[in-house]
């Protein structure tokens, strides 16, 4: 029996994301710093991810689902993973079968985790309105005889540094940090490390930061860590004038060669990028011609020189810079990560 070989690959630099996420610890000071593993690890792997950043040294990781911390498998003792939807009824049996510790949510899931005597963390919400106990409800005496290692609270405008809620949250969490015993307090993502020591408390959450998204906390420049190449369906001439592509929006004006790639937007690739994404072959730029189909995408390989490269490998690299291909496409960095479908093979280097 032969496997099929892969239509696409999904490179994912694990030096460049442990380069990331220890320029992410350095900037978080004495905090510790953990790791945002949740989605698949950014849709890039999440085993994978943990254990480079394990191996790093990251001790703290965070998935969203009970599912994703099971599917992450055993981790050494001393790394500890944390669910940030916390632990609701139909998870507790899961929940305390788990060396996973759930970031309690509501008053009820609370009430209903603290019988059990064990370890967890807890979410506050300072201003995001989305998950978290509010102030008051952590302030009640709810919290009292809770086994807590972590109280957290999360910021809603960190990639704003000038916004008024990132100072609000702040001072709202200080206020709570100093009236809360608990072993660490915990605030910034990725935005907010950024932010300054303030905002670093006892450890930092970065995500986005780790894969290359979104701006560096210092002046050490974030690398790229996702690199995309899709094998090359057909090679195709096509005369001027003609028309490529569903909706025929493309129209060449000389005679053009095409690359029709096995990449498209069930694997991803944003649908918005037809006539707007490109190819790359060395330093030329290959332009997307035409829709993006579900499986299908077509670059203007005309103006590449040596195509002997190309077709000897057989995959074709897709511009997949997360910055320019976010403006391009109308989609977040993370919309684009979290995005990658599950056809790539995903390579590790
Ligand atoms: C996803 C998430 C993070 C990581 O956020 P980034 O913006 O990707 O750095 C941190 N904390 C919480 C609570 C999250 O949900």
Same mark, same amino acid.
């Given at each position: 029996m032969h496997a099929p070989p892969p239509n696409a690959r999904l490179t994912v630099d694990t030096a460049a994301l442990v380069a990331n996420w220890r320029v992410f610890a350095r900037a978080s000071g004495a905090a510790d710093c953990g790791a945002a593993i949740k989605a698949d690890g950014y849709g890039l792997g999440a085993r994978a991810v943990a254990d480079a950043l394990v191996a790093a040294g990251c001790r703290e990781l965070f998935v969203a689902h009970w599912h994703e911390a099971a599917a992450l498998g055993p981790l050494p003792d001393n790394v500890r993973v944390a669910v940030l939807h916390g632990a609701g009824p139909a998870e507790m049996p899961m929940a305390l079968a788990s060396r996973a510790v759930p970031v309690l949510v509501t008053a009820a899931q609370v009430a209903a985790w603290k019988p059990s005597g064990r370890c967890c963390d807890v979410m506050v919400d300072? @201003?995001?309105?989305?998950?978290g106990l509010s102030p008051a409800q952590a302030l $009640?005496?709810?919290?009292? /005889?809770l086994a807590l290692d972590t109280l957290h609270s999360h910021l %809603?405008? %960190?990639? $704003? !540094?000038?916004?008024p809620l990132n100072e609000a949250q702040r001072r709202a969490f200080s206020d709570l940090a100093a009236r809360i015993p608990a072993r660490r307090h915990a605030l910034a993502n990725s935005g907010g490390v950024g932010?300054? &020591?303030?905002?670093?408390?006892g450890m930092t959450r970065p995500g986005i930061g780790l894969y /290359?998204?979104? !701006? &560096? !906390?210092?002046d050490t420049p974030l690398a790229a860590v996702a690199g995309l190449s899709a094998r090359i369906v057909q090679l195709r001439d096509v005369a001027p004038g003609q028309t490529i592509g569903y909706g025929a929006t493309f129209t060449t004006t000389r005679p053009t060669r095409l690359a029709?790639? &096995?990449? @498209?937007y069930a694997d991803g690739y944003p649908r918005s990028l037809s006539n707007r994404g490109a190819a790359l072959v060395g330093a030329t730029r290959c332009p997307a011609l035409g829709r993006v189909s579900m499986d299908l995408a077509a670059f203007d390989i005309t103006d590449v020189a040596d195509l002997g490269a190309v077709v000897e490998d057989g995959f074709l690299d897709v511009d997949f810079d997360l910055a320019a291909t976010a403006a391009a496409s109308g989609r977040t960095e993370y919309e684009l990560l979290t995005g990658l479908g599950a056809r790539y093979a995903r390579i590790y280097r």
């Open positions: 300072t @201003g995001i309105n989305r998950l $009640s005496g709810l919290l009292d /005889g %809603a405008c %960190a990639e $704003s !540094p000038g916004h932010l300054g &020591a303030g905002y670093h408390f /290359g998204g979104g !701006p &560096a !906390p210092g029709v790639v &096995a990449l @498209g």
